[in-house]
């Protein structure tokens, strides 16, 4: 081959490129959710493919293994352990708060997230909150993108009804960013969205009225102090502290509630270490009383009654991961396609804008919808004026449709449904029910044609819609908020 055919470059720019191709990949296609629907590529493509499947929250369960295989030959060419894991962590209450899988057989336990069986032996399907995601999905809200081979179309983005980021939270790392954003109580959620939507002026102070602090899916309380939390929510970075729920029933200390992602054996194991090295001599026993209806149920028996329950737990939450730190970092894929760390007002601003715009298009989408029936119920009822003279035509004329067309003066459409009309169709009962449907249509056009032309009534169907799922689907929140903790390790004289 010729010397002149290469071309040379440096590794220097070769690397740079490469590098930067990748660290892009990462970020906006593996890592990092998506301010619209708080989802990464890997879950949209799941739920999707789910849904695709019919697994939705009335059917039947499936094999995982089906919906895998689906995942990995039609939207993800990754792994199948990847995506499998990526589903797990979809149907598991203690990583997600709000689980969007709806699975049957062993998909893992708080102790150990990662003890879930094969696919082969799992089935699910989507949550009834899954639907919140992708019910809209059909009705023309967001754009298709061609899959990875081009055989098929999958959508860019969700149509979410809820702020899903803020609920059920992430975390991923990036090339050079990471993110971390812990779940919340979706009453909070929405009725902060509904505030900023009644008033889109309001402070972050005024937010926190609504918003009280991360939420998570058991009573382990959060410590942190309001100055911290406004900080936190501020900057979109901060941290927090979570330490487990405890009791005392006579001379035994019940923990009913851990940390997020913490462990109850490894637990176990750090005070059982302790007791060893003869640092807990007013411990005497520790058990595991968990079972399926009470996941967490470690009890700690205390020498005797007289031992300060309190100042024990300190200790524990200051030596064990009874206490844990956790870091939050609001760093998403805004509408505009980059990553951004957003404060609380902000994400919640964004995700209105995001919200406007796909019901926008779902009302725009009905609208083409109706007026394409309307035009054809105006050429159906025509039939009606004349119908003998419709009738000789479609039996005498060798083009039916041309002398409709000429005679009627209707569009191709028209004629074409008017030549599908079976006879039966032809009773006077028909045309009153054509009369009706068209008289229903155009009251849902002009409804429609009203919303589209007021932002007043754009903002007030958008308020009604999550007012209605705060409804169907609010609680309480869980977590209660501290503001400070006494953790605090024995000295060697209290040990004594």
Same mark, same amino acid.
């Given at each position: 081959?010729?010397?002149?055919?290469?071309?040379?470059?440096?590794?220097?720019?070769?690397?740079?490129?490469?590098?930067?191709?990748?660290?892009?990949?990462?970020?906006?296609?593996?890592?990092?959710?998506?301010?619209?629907?708080?989802?990464?590529?890997?879950?949209?493509?799941?739920?999707?493919?789910?849904?695709?499947?019919?697994?939705?929250?009335?059917?039947?369960?499936?094999?995982?293994?089906?919906?895998?295989?689906?995942?990995?030959?039609?939207?993800?060419?990754?792994?199948?352990?990847?995506?499998?894991?990526?589903?797990?962590?979809?149907?598991?209450?203690?990583?997600?708060?709000?689980?969007?899988?709806?699975?049957?057989?062993?998909?893992?336990?708080?102790?150990?997230?990662?003890?879930?069986?094969?696919?082969?032996?799992?089935?699910?399907?989507?949550?009834?909150?899954?639907?919140?995601?992708?019910?809209?999905?059909?009705?023309?809200?967001?754009?298709?993108?061609?899959?990875?081979?081009?055989?098929?179309?999958?959508?860019?983005?969700?149509?979410?009804?809820?702020?899903?980021?803020?609920?059920?939270?992430?975390?991923?790392?990036?090339?050079?960013?990471?993110?971390?954003?812990?779940?919340?109580?979706?009453?909070?959620?929405?009725?902060?969205?509904?505030?900023?939507?009644?008033?889109?002026?309001?402070?972050?102070?005024?937010?926190?009225?609504?918003?009280?602090?991360?939420?998570?899916?058991?009573?382990?309380?959060?410590?942190?102090?309001?100055?911290?939390?406004?900080?936190?929510?501020?900057?979109?970075?901060?941290?927090?502290?979570?330490?487990?729920?405890?009791?005392?029933?006579?001379?035994?200390?019940?923990?009913?509630?851990?940390?997020?992602?913490?462990?109850?054996?490894?637990?176990?194991?750090?005070?059982?270490?302790?007791?060893?090295?003869?640092?807990?001599?007013?411990?005497?026993?520790?058990?595991?009383?968990?079972?399926?209806?009470?996941?967490?149920?470690?009890?700690?028996?205390?020498?005797?009654?007289?031992?300060?329950?309190?100042?024990?737990?300190?200790?524990?939450?200051?030596?064990?991961?009874?206490?844990?730190?956790?870091?939050?970092?609001?760093?998403?894929?805004?509408?505009?396609?980059?990553?951004?760390?957003?404060?609380?007002?902000?994400?919640?601003?964004?995700?209105?804008?995001?919200?406007?715009?796909?019901?926008?298009?779902?009302?725009?989408?009905?609208?083409?919808?109706?007026?394409?029936?309307?035009?054809?119920?105006?050429?159906?009822?025509?039939?009606?004026?004349?119908?003998?003279?419709? @009738?000789?035509? %479609? *039996?005498?004329?060798?083009?039916? #449709?041309? /002398?409709?067309? &000429?005679?009627?003066?209707?569009? +191709?459409?028209?004629?074409?449904? @008017?030549?599908? %009309? *079976?006879?039966?169709?032809?009773? #006077?009962? /028909?045309?009153? &029910?054509?009369?009706?449907?068209? +008289?229903?249509?155009?009251?849902?056009?002009?409804? %429609?044609?009203?919303?589209?032309?007021? #932002?007043?009534?754009?903002?007030?169907?958008?308020?009604?819609?999550?007012?209605?799922?705060?409804?169907?689907?609010?609680?309480?929140?869980?977590?209660?908020?501290?503001?400070?903790s006494n953790a605090k390790v024995f000295s060697e004289e209290e040990t004594i």
């Amino acid at each position: 081959m010729a010397k002149d055919q290469f071309n040379s470059i440096s590794l220097k720019k070769y690397a740079e490129e490469s590098y930067l191709n990748y660290a892009m990949y990462v970020i906006l296609d593996r890592a990092l959710p998506n301010v619209g629907d708080g989802l990464k590529p890997v879950q949209r493509r799941i739920l999707y493919a789910m849904s695709e499947l019919g697994l939705d929250a009335t059917s039947k369960y499936k094999k995982s293994a089906r919906t895998v295989g689906d995942v990995i030959g039609k939207f993800h060419p990754h792994g199948d352990s990847a995506a499998y894991e990526a589903m797990v962590l979809m149907a598991q209450n203690f990583s997600f708060k709000y689980p969007l899988v709806d699975g049957q057989g062993n998909w893992g336990s708080q102790d150990d997230p990662k003890s879930f069986a094969a696919m082969r032996y799992t089935e699910s399907k989507l949550t009834n909150f899954a639907n919140l995601l992708i019910s809209e999905l059909k009705s023309g809200t967001v754009d298709w993108q061609p899959n990875f081979d081009g055989s098929l179309l999958e959508p860019i983005i969700f149509p979410s009804k809820v702020p899903m980021i803020l609920l059920n939270g992430t975390s991923g790392i990036a090339v050079g960013m990471a993110t971390d954003i812990p779940s919340h109580n979706i009453n909070e959620i929405i009725d902060a969205a509904v505030r900023l939507l009644d008033k889109p002026k309001s402070t972050l102070k005024e937010m926190l009225k609504i918003i009280k602090g991360p939420d998570f899916s058991n009573e382990a309380e959060i410590i942190i102090n309001d100055e911290e939390l406004e900080e936190m929510y501020l900057t979109g970075r901060g941290g927090f502290k979570i330490q487990a729920h405890w009791e005392q029933e006579k001379n035994q200390i019940i923990i009913n509630a851990l940390p997020y992602q913490a462990s109850g054996s490894k637990i176990l194991e750090q005070i059982a270490e302790q007791m060893l090295n003869k640092k807990l001599p007013m411990v005497v026993d520790l058990t595991d009383e968990g079972d399926h209806e009470e996941p967490v149920r470690l009890v700690i028996t205390l020498r005797s009654n007289r031992v300060n329950a309190q100042d024990l737990m300190n200790h524990l939450f200051a030596s064990t991961d009874l206490q844990k730190t956790y870091r939050m970092n609001m760093n998403l894929i805004s509408l505009k396609g980059g990553p951004k760390v957003f404060s609380l007002v902000e994400l919640l601003k964004e995700w209105l804008v995001f919200r406007k715009n796909t019901v926008k298009r779902k009302l725009e989408h009905r609208l083409d919808q109706v007026n394409d029936r309307l035009h054809v119920l105006e050429g159906l009822l025509t039939v009606f004026i004349d119908l003998d003279k419709v @009738i000789k035509i %479609i *039996r005498k004329s060798d083009e039916p #449709k041309k /002398e409709l067309i &000429k005679t009627f003066k209707l569009s +191709d459409i028209q004629a074409n449904a @008017i030549l599908e %009309i *079976r006879l039966r169709q032809l009773a #006077k009962l /028909e045309q009153l &029910k054509l009369e009706n449907e068209r +008289d229903e249509l155009v009251n849902e056009q002009n409804n %429609i044609e009203k919303i589209l032309k007021s #932002k007043t009534r754009l903002k007030t169907l958008i308020k009604n819609e999550l007012i209605e799922i705060k409804e169907e689907f609010g609680e309480e929140r869980k977590s209660p908020i501290i503001h400070e903790s006494n953790a605090k390790v024995f000295s060697e004289e209290e040990t004594i």
